[in-house]
């Protein structure tokens, strides 16, 4: 004798997370993050500390791209740490990271995470 059994699972459609545009923050847009990530390019690639903003006047959302050391090697690529400062509507988030220039101005970001003051 035989029961048909019904799955335990559900039937929901299930997809892959989305990809966030920016890996500075989940708070801007693909075309926020189109303008930003040169002027981080920009600030990486500068011999000293200084400050370059960048704007995205459709969103109203902007921010500031400081390096914070010099230069070092990894992985036969120059990188560099860094604060982003990110200007939404509403409030202002600041974090560190380390961004790494790969071919043709390409931009590896990691380790970001809440900057932390001294």
Do not use: Y
């Not at 892959?16 to 981080?40: G, Y």
């Not at 090697?73 to 604060?83: E, L, N, P, S």
């Amino acid at each position: 004798m035989t029961f048909p059994l019904k799955s335990l699972l559900p039937d929901d459609a299930t997809g892959s997370i989305a990809r966030n545009p920016s890996p500075i923050s989940a708070d801007l847009s693909a075309a926020d993050w189109r303008i930003a990530e040169p002027k981080l390019v920009q600030a990486l690639k500068s011999s000293g500390g200084d400050e370059i903003a960048w704007s995205n006047p459709d969103s109203g959302r902007g921010g500031v791209f400081q390096p914070v050391a010099g230069p070092f090697d990894r992985d036969g690529h120059a990188c560099r740490a860094f604060v982003a400062r990110v200007d939404l509507a509403d409030r202002n988030a600041t974090v560190q990271a380390v961004g790494c220039l790969l071919a043709s101005d390409e931009l590896l970001v990691d380790q970001v995470q809440p900057w932390k003051a001294l």
